[in-house]
C-alpha cells in the first residue's frame, strides 16, 4: 500500500472508532405514524430503527398492563407527526431517545398516566 492510501486508511479508522453511537450522531427528526411500529409500552421501530422511549419503563411484554401500555403507546404516537430526539445508543443498539407529539413528551404523558413500571429501591 502506497503511503498516502495507507494514510487515508488509517484516518478513515480513526474517525469511525471517534464517531459517537449511530442515535447520539443524528439530530432530531420527524417521522409521519404510518412509518411506526409499536413494540411494547416503551418502544417501537422506525423503519429498521429501534427507538426506546427515554425517561420511562413500561412493564415487558406479557406482564401485567404490558399490552395497554403499549396500546395507549400506539395511540400517542398516531396523533403525530412524532419528533425524535436521539440522545445515545444503549447496550442492545436501541436508539434512545426523547419523543415528542404535538410538542408533548410521550414518556411525561405515560408516566402521569400511571404506565411506568414501579422503582424498586
Known amino acids: 500500500m502506497r ?3 495507507r494514510i487515508a486508511c488509517v484516518a478513515v479508522a480513526l474517525l469511525a472508532l471517534a464517531a459517537p453511537a449511530a442515535g447520539a ?13 409499536v413494540h411494547d409500552g416503551d418502544t417501537f421501530y422506525v423503519g429498521a430503527e429501534t427507538i426506546r422511549l427515554r425517561g ?10 404490558s399490552h395497554m401500555a403499549a396500546r395507549r403507546l ?3 404516537l398516531r ?28 414518556a411525561d404523558i405515560m408516566r402521569r398516566e400511571g404506565f411506568a413500571k414501579p422503582r424498586v429501591h
Open 25 to 37: 450522531r443524528r439530530g432530531p427528526y420527524t417521522v409521519l405514524p404510518s412509518a411506526i411500529r
Open 3 to 5: 503511503p498516502p492510501a
Open 79 to 106: 396523533e403525530g407527526p412524532v419528533t425524535i430526539v436521539p440522545r445515545l445508543e444503549d447496550v442492545y443498539g436501541r436508539t434512545v431517545a426523547d419523543v415528542y407529539v404535538g410538542g408533548r413528551s410521550v
Open 74 to 76: 400506539a395511540a400517542l
Open 56 to 65: 420511562i419503563d413500561t412493564p415487558e411484554l406479557g406482564r401485567p398492563r
